[in-house]
């Protein structure tokens, strides 16, 4: 979210950013300009209610004098004009509270301004690479992870696709049990050796806390939403129809076992009850999908949630509408949590269609920090740092890469990539993303933080990254630790999380 007041003071410099964000200059100048104009209605519709507010409190006051002096006519007069300025107060209140909205909205759904030093680009051949950590293999075995997971016998797309559909897998046996050691030794890591507060948030949230990170409004599809039947705003037929499903079930059942003992050997009794059950069973099921249906047709749902894309929502969000005290954030406030993810991957079709590395589900360890202003930039090199360390201990060879301004994420000032080495691909892919956010996010969660001595507050500053993503560091293990016969070691960094195993190796 962006400061009006900031957007007043200097308008050139948000054209600038926002056209270096991806947007044309027309449009930038557009945003802009339409920014300032809302914001002028808005501040007059604020100035002429309370000119007309005034006016209200003073003629109220004077009717009380007019009345005092039993001069009647001019005290309903008076009245006549209190009740005039009402309607004009609330005719006020109503242009403000459009204009505001409007503002909201409109600021809402640009994206966050770039620091100073992050290179112009418009995609990710503007990224620029920082550092590279220890030479990738070349040579040896390099056998695509979805294809030496198929033959070792622990990866099942086929099954996850008849479940779910596609971008969903199973794992067994060994790999599931890898996947299970590197999550463990990711959040250990960050946890003990760096500082982390191990957090467990929930996975459905509101809409306020997907606003709050950025995920909304502008990002729906990318985002899973869920609903619950509000049982409670189902009409009264519906409600008399679940009921007699249920008192129609409870009898047929105890029917049934009445009549079937009458009927077959006591040895029989408990399958065919149970096959007679079944076909009630059938029935019931069909009319509560009438029922359900009913109520989708009519909206009568309660409160939608949405499935968490990262961490990051239920962690940045726990400083939502709060004010720290300077204590608080003397060091910053650094949060961990190791989770599932669901993203819908509108934005990806055709891209990386098979595989781990494109997942609707994956679990992540995600890091977070709440800072000072002034602290954020030194934050988001040491929470950098901390997600390297991942990939050093486990020795896979990455680099680090600047994103360019038309490459970083909506509600990023600045960030990191770091790509790991996949030798079936030859190249470099994305496992980690750290971003300094400045106190975009922290602008719409209205979290704050007040210095000591200081009445006015500030707003905070929120850092988030991957630490690692937990999928895409199986892939990479597999990669880069198979061997000539198809198996997969185990790094040594993990080794104590898989109690003696040194080598995922097919089932017997």
């Known amino acids: 979210m962006h400061d009006i007041r900031a957007i007043r003071e200097n308008p050139e410099h948000f054209v600038a950013g926002w056209r270096s964000r991806g947007l044309s200059e027309a449009e930038a100048r557009k945003v802009v300009e339409d920014a300032l104009a809302l914001d002028l209605d808005l501040r007059a519709a604020q100035t002429a209610g309370q000119e007309a507010l005034a006016k209200r409190n003073a003629a109220s006051k004077a009717i009380g004098a007019a009345m005092g002096k039993k001069d009647m006519a001019e005290a309903e007069r008076l009245k006549a004009e209190v009740e005039g300025l009402k309607g004009e107060i609330a005719a006020q209140e109503a242009v403000e509270a459009e204009k505001g909205k409007s503002l909201r909205d409109l600021l809402a759904a640009q994206k966050n301004l770039a620091a100073d030093d992050v290179p112009d680009g418009e995609d990710e051949a503007g990224n620029v690479e920082v550092s590279v950590w220890a030479e990738p293999r070349r040579t040896g075995p390099a056998k695509d992870h979805a294809d030496l997971g198929e033959a070792l016998g622990l990866l099942d797309f086929e099954a996850a696709a008849k479940m779910s559909g596609a971008r969903f897998a199973v794992l067994k046996g060994g790999l599931a049990r890898l996947e299970r050691a590197i999550g463990q030794f990711m959040l250990d890591l960050q946890t003990v050796e760096h500082g982390y507060l191990e957090v467990n948030p929930p996975y459905l949230v509101r809409d306020e806390a997907m606003f709050g990170t950025g995920q909304l409004p502008k990002f729906a599809m990318d985002l899973f939403i869920t609903r619950a039947i509000d049982f409670e705003a189902i009409d009264a037929d519906a409600k008399a129809t679940g009921q007699r499903i249920a008192d129609e079930f409870r009898e047929q059942t105890a029917d049934i076992a009445r009549k079937l003992r009458e009927l077959v050997p006591a040895e029989d009794f408990e399958a065919a009850f149970e096959a007679a059950v079944l076909e009630v069973v059938d ?90 202003p002034e602290d954020s930039e030194a934050e988001h090199e040491r929470m950098t740092a901390c997600a390297e360390a991942v990939l050093q201990k486990l020795e896979l060879p990455y680099k680090r890469v600047l994103l360019c301004k038309g490459d970083m994420g909506f509600s990023a000032k600045k960030t990191f990539d770091l790509e790991v080495w996949l030798p079936s691909q030859g190249t470099y892919r994305e496992i980690s993303s750290c971003s300094n956010c400045g106190d975009f996010q922290a602008r719409r969660m209205d979290a704050r933080f007040k210095r000591a001595g200081e009445k006015k507050t500030e707003f905070v500053h929120t850092l988030n990254g991957s630490g690692l993503a937990v999928g895409r560091t199986l892939v990479a293990i597999m990669e880069n630790y198979q061997d000539q016969d198809g198996r997969i070691a185990v790094p040594s960094a993990l080794l104590p999380y898989m109690g003696g195993v040194t080598h995922v190796e097919r089932l017997p």
């Open 283 to 372: 029935g019931r099921r069909h009319l509560e999908r009438v029922a359900f249906e009913r109520a989708l047709a009519a909206g009568e749902f309660s409160e939608d949630r949405y499935l968490i894309p990262t961490a990051e929502v239920s962690l940045t969000n726990l400083v939502r509408e709060t004010i720290l005290s300077e204590d608080e954030l003397t060091k910053p406030m650094r949060l961990t949590a190791l989770t599932p993810c669901f993203r819908a991957e509108a934005g990806s079709a055709g891209r990386d269609t098979r595989g781990l590395i494109r997942q609707h589900q994956f679990s992540k360890v995600e890091l977070v920090s709440i800072t000072r």
